[in-house]
């Protein structure tokens, strides 16, 4: 089975996330487990977590991701942001595991200025320094090459992966990967992608076309098929050997329910797998 899903809201109640995610004929979801605008993790009431925890035996959705809120940026050079940046990154952790999820997910950051090299240091000290939990999987996600960001080449992303220990992989959003100049739509820069990264070291793919062209820097989603990687190009992309025995997480613009069904079944499509 193909697992393929979309980042899934968990208003009101985290074990409602199954739920929503089910209606919408997901067989995998990404979730935020705390309010992606703040820097406080407050506390799952017991019961939600106890039927979030229920929930995953009764709906054949797997895996559950989990994804770092939008604040902490683990290369800065701001001492205090830094600091509740790791902080951050410590919660998150010990609430995927009080929840059983495998796959946390995060930003690279912005070095603010201070250089790579120092951002790649910073975000490494501070995996290496994370509150280790045996289930819990960090995955370094790749970046569009905005301004003073980090990972957006296939160097830094190996960098910082040999500079961390534990269990730690990667997560490659195909549209960040095109923003930041690599044709995913080829065969022979997959091969590149996959030699360098390895393909066992990619936990998941981020799913998302690109609003922009080749090499533009933007991180800006389109729905599948509606961007300049286009239908043809995503074709080509799930075509190679392996890619579709990766999880994929679609973080594309919202649509209707019933259009967020048809843009799944279009993926399968493509995929060959409908």
């Not at 820097?217 to 190009?233: C, F």
């Amino acid at each position: 089975m193909l697992r393929i899903g979309y980042h899934i809201s968990i208003a009101k109640s985290i074990d409602l996330s199954y739920d929503r995610a089910a209606e919408t004929g997901c067989t995998a979801m990404q979730i935020f487990v705390s309010n992606p605008r703040g820097w406080g993790i407050n506390p799952i009431p017991e019961e939600q977590r106890k039927s979030f925890i229920s929930k995953s035996s009764i709906f054949d959705i797997k895996p559950v991701v989990a994804h770092m809120p939008y604040l902490p940026n683990l290369a800065s050079a701001n001492p205090e942001n830094y600091k509740k940046s790791k902080e951050a990154l410590d919660e998150t952790i010990l609430m995927c595991s009080s929840l059983g999820i495998s796959y946390l997910v995060t930003h690279l950051g912005s070095h603010l200025g201070e250089g790579v090299k120092k951002g790649i240091e910073k975000i490494t000290d501070a995996i290496n320094g994370a509150e280790q939990q045996e289930s819990v999987k960090i995955l370094l996600e790749n970046t569009a090459g905005q301004t003073n960001s980090v990972g957006s080449n296939l160097d830094e992303l190996v960098e910082i992966f040999e500079g961390v220990s534990g269990k730690v992989g990667f997560c490659l959003d195909t549209c960040h990967l095109f923003a930041a100049g690599y044709d995913i739509t080829k065969h022979d820069v997959l091969d590149q992608i996959i030699n360098e990264l390895g393909f066992r070291n990619i936990g998941i793919f981020h799913l998302n076309d690109s609003k922009f062209e080749l090499g533009s820097h933007k991180d800006r989603h389109d729905n599948i098929g509606r961007g300049h990687i286009a239908t043809k190009g995503f074709k080509n992309f799930l075509a190679y050997k392996g890619i579709t025995e990766k999880p994929l997480i679609l973080e594309t613009p919202e649509l209707p329910q019933d259009v967020e069904l048809d843009e799944l079944n279009l993926v399968r499509r493509l995929a060959g797998k409908q």
